[in-house]
């Protein structure tokens, strides 16, 4: 299965400003996805994307707060723009092959926002 | 919305068996069942996944209800390593986007010496 590497691995960060999260999978993969998992809850998809098209968001997610970039089959990139503290979360990437059992998850953005 | 319901939390003693239930009645004839689980401060890893026959692996077994309406995961010698958040998924197609994991609240799983 592919691995992940997700950078940073933990962040606190002043309100207002924005953190990009880097995700970097070691085998090119058509799909890669990203989720929040708020403090004691479980994870939510914000978005799934996918090289060569645009970022598809969830419902209650918008690009502008949360710009994606594809740049290629091994990296991807989540901005968290404008931080409240409500945007204190866990942030995961996770990456798909196409074979129904092969999705893998990064260890995740502990983001911490004050 | 997941389409998933599980018990919040299930307590077992060390090398006993557990059974983890896993309600899906609105499953499609198509949809796989899948099981992931979160150990602490770690992203989910894949547990085991199955359609219709009960399904093993060396993780864990998958036994899945003839109605497929609800299914169990089965760990037979549970250890302390396996305390962990294990989630009943179904995935959703996102239209231009493909298959996702949609993940519901999971039952956290206490495993006790």
């Known amino acids: 299965s592919a691995v992940i590497s997700q950078k940073p691995s933990r962040d606190i960060c002043q309100r207002g400003t924005s953190l990009t999260i880097q995700c970097q999978v070691d085998?090119?993969?058509?799909?890669m996805f990203w989720y929040r998992q708020q403090p004691g809850q479980s994870l939510t998809l914000i978005a799934t994307?996918?090289?060569?098209?645009?970022?598809?968001?969830e419902s209650g997610f918008v690009i502008d707060k949360f710009p994606i970039s594809r740049p290629n089959l091994t990296f991807s990139t989540l901005t968290v723009s404008n931080m409240s503290p409500e945007d204190s979360s866990i942030y995961l990437c996770?990456?798909?092959?196409?074979?129904?059992?092969?999705?893998?998850f990064g260890s995740g953005t502990r983001l911490t926002v004050v | 919305d997941a389409k998933t319901t599980q018990p919040n939390s299930m307590e077992s003693n060390e090398e006993e068996p557990v059974h983890l239930p896993c309600n899906h009645s609105?499953?499609?004839?198509?949809?796989?069942i899948h099981w992931y689980r979160q150990l602490p401060s770690q992203g989910p890893e894949y547990v085991i996944h199955?359609?219709?026959s009960n399904v093993n692996n060396r993780m864990a077994s998958l036994a899945i209800a003839e109605d497929r309406k609800s299914s169990t995961l089965i760990l037979h010698r549970a250890t302390l390593r396996d305390a962990a958040v294990y989630y009943c998924i179904l995935r959703d197609y996102r239209t231009g986007a493909g298959y996702a994991l949609n993940f519901g609240k999971g039952t956290s799983l206490l495993v006790t010496p």
């Open positions: 996770s990456v798909g092959t196409g074979s129904i059992s092969a999705y893998t």
């Open positions: 199955g359609l219709t």
């Open positions: 085998s090119q993969v058509t799909m």
């Open positions: 994307a996918n090289q060569g098209s645009e970022a598809t968001y």
């Open positions: 609105t499953i499609s004839g198509t949809d796989y």
